[in-house]
């Protein structure tokens, strides 16, 4: 490619990236750079549904209560009503462009209802509900003549002042596009935007027990923090309660999720004495908030010397278990020989949801001028400490909406500005190096360290442990980052080994217990201290 410019920029292309892109697409150019195939994102992997207080005898101020009750005393209150406010608009949106949820006997659409929340609010298709609006999504962008699509192209660097000509620094930090990673030719190449959304997702596979997509390795909140965004609560890693657990796990790049809604259709936990264990752990049982649920697993786990806990199912009918969840039932029928309407299913907790990240206004702007994020890499406040269930994909297209009309309006105001001149990707004294395979397993050494030190449960000693290791690890993938030249693997290494340490930098910081981190050296909440916002 050679240099191609865009009035805007998306990196990533699940729900935040498609529906900001068809917002704009119809007054401006829109490149939009995707990691994998088109469909590879963590929306398209979403079971649940997307949460919005639609029902009857549901409230905007009822989600509010319940996203605030969940999010340990730090959610922003403002953001949260916003958010709350604006998604029944954002459901008739997506489907006005196509996306079909499912719906009751009455014509009306079917909520479900999921751990943390009050009342049936949970809009779904099924139990595919990503993949639905992923390909509602599509469909729309696939065919816009303003929209260009870069398949299987990694975004290495975000372009920003430090990349000019000191002759044409502004006094201001601001975002003009994004360095990236071209497979034909094997070169970076620069992709230049009047503005960018990031929308890249999250950092599951920091982690090696994960249920994100190989895409998630932290990218978008690496570059935004190497180009001096301010990030914020990367501590609060939301560890899903229910990943199905095989010693010899099929998918090895991701763990297959098991949905909250089946607890939410009725089924509980169980230890391997066939003990339902959560009923002593919180008043709302298999319902309490993640992080409950997650820390109870953990410790069943460790009183017992178990692998894992038991989901069950089984006193539901099998026609309604078949009906409401056919892709988990399927798949765990015929990939793993597990038949949820016959025997209870194993499983265990796994990282799914990062709660922090790059530091957004409610339009979505980071703290660099022209520099957007939505979806899971940004920190808009509406989570705080935990994630409420299915309030992400929620978030994303509210916050990409708002995304859509700031950048329209900076646009509008700055009709007819030029671009500096940005110079070309600079790998000048680099070389094809030979050492490749004495550094490529610092990636699962990593993600060791993270699954032993920096889990659901952690300590001082634990954390301390973790950060000399991984000073260790960063600074030899930096000596070989500045060496070598560019490749895929090289980026995501780099990426994962300085996100790893920022999360390990918050939760040192928070000497608390609070939502998503808990730590046996400060086990209570201190909200004198501590009930704020851990900023990077």
């Known amino acids: 490619m050679s240099k191609p410019s865009f009035d805007i920029l998306v990196i990533g292309s699940g729900i935040a990236g498609l529906s900001f892109a068809l917002d704009v697409a119809n007054d401006y150019s829109v490149g939009v750079v995707t990691k994998k195939e088109r469909w590879e994102s963590a929306t398209n992997y979403a079971q649940g549904g997307i949460a919005a207080a639609i029902g009857p005898e549901d409230s905007a101020t009822l989600h509010v209560e319940d996203t605030l009750e969940t999010g340990g005393g730090i959610a922003d209150p403002e953001v949260v009503k916003l958010v709350a406010e604006e998604g029944p608009a954002q459901i008739r949106k997506l489907m006005e462009w196509g996306a079909k949820f499912s719906e009751s006997g009455e014509g009306e659409l079917e909520l479900g209802r999921e751990g943390g929340h009050s009342k049936h609010r949970i809009v779904h298709k099924a139990d595919y509900t990503g993949k639905e609006v992923e390909t509602a999504l599509i469909r729309q962008a696939r065919d816009h003549p303003n929209i260009t699509l870069f398949e299987n192209t990694l975004a290495v660097d975000l372009v920003t002042d430090r990349h000019l000509r000191a002759s044409h620094r502004p006094i201001s930090k601001r975002c003009y596009g994004a360095y990236v990673y071209n497979p034909n030719t094997h070169r970076v190449d620069l992709l230049s935007a009047r503005a960018t959304l990031l929308c890249t997702g999250g950092m599951g596979h920091v982690w090696r027990h994960t249920t994100n997509p190989p895409i998630a390795t932290g990218d978008g909140a690496a570059m935004a923090w190497r180009a001096g965004a301010r990030l914020a609560n990367l ?231 973790a950060k000399r290791r991984l000073e260790l690890i960063t600074e030899e993938v930096e000596d070989y980052w500045w060496r070598t030249k560019v490749s895929p693997d090289l980026v995501e290494l780099r990426n994962i080994a300085q996100v790893s340490r920022l999360v390990v930098e918050c939760a040192l910081r928070r000497k608390e217990s609070r939502g998503l981190h808990f730590t046996t050296d400060y086990p209570e909440v201190d909200d004198r201290m501590y009930k704020s916002d851990t900023i990077v």
């Open 235 to 465: 501590e609060f890693m939301q560890f899903h309660p229910t990943a199905f657990y095989t010693e010899k796990d099929k998918r090895r790049e991701r763990a297959f999720l098991i949905s909250e809604a089946v607890r939410g259709f009725g089924a509980v936990l169980r230890n391997h004495r066939g003990e339902r264990f959560m009923t002593d752990v919180h008043k709302m049982a298999e319902l309490a908030p993640r992080d409950v649920v997650a820390r109870a697993i953990d410790h069943e786990r460790m009183k017992w010397g178990i692998d894992h806990v038991w989901l069950d199912v089984t006193r539901k009918k099998a026609d309604d278990i078949k009906t409401h969840f056919p892709m988990i039932y399927e798949t765990l029928k015929t990939e793993f020989g597990v038949d949820m309407t016959q025997e209870p299913i194993p499983v265990v907790p796994a990282a799914h949801y990062q709660c922090g990240g790059v530091i957004t206004d409610t339009d979505a702007e980071s703290t660099i001028e022209r520099l957007f994020a939505a979806g899971e890499v940004a920190m808009t406040g509406l989570h705080g400490a935990n994630r409420l269930a299915s309030n992400s994909l929620l978030e994303a297209v509210v916050f990409s909406t708002r995304a859509a009309v700031s950048v329209q309006k900076a646009l509008a105001e700055s009709k007819g500005e030029q671009l500096p001149d940005i110079p070309e990707w600079d790998d000048t004294g680099t070389y094809d190096a030979e050492e490749w395979v004495l550094i490529k397993y610092d990636r699962k050494e990593i993600q060791k360290l993270m699954g032993y030190y920096v889990g659901i449960v952690r300590s001082d000693l634990r954390l301390e442990r």
